[in-house]
């Protein structure tokens, strides 16, 4: 039972790019946020 709990490395990347990519979404959703409430001018978020 206890090898159930290793984690290898390629999930150890994977939980890692996800991680990254819930971030660049935090970032563009605040950014749309803000640009919407006109706290900052318009910007293209595809260059995230």
């Known amino acids: 039972m206890r090898g159930q709990f290793q984690i290898r490395?390629?999930?150890?990347e994977f939980?890692?790019?996800s991680k990254n990519s819930m971030r660049q979404l935090e970032v563009?959703?605040?950014a749309?946020?803000?640009e919407k409430e006109g706290k900052i001018p318009g910007?293209?978020?595809s260059s995230l």
């Open 28 to 30: 563009a959703f605040e």
């Open 9 to 12: 490395d390629d999930e150890k």
């Open 43 to 45: 910007q293209n978020l």
């Open 32 to 34: 749309d946020r803000q």
């Open 15 to 17: 939980i890692k790019f």
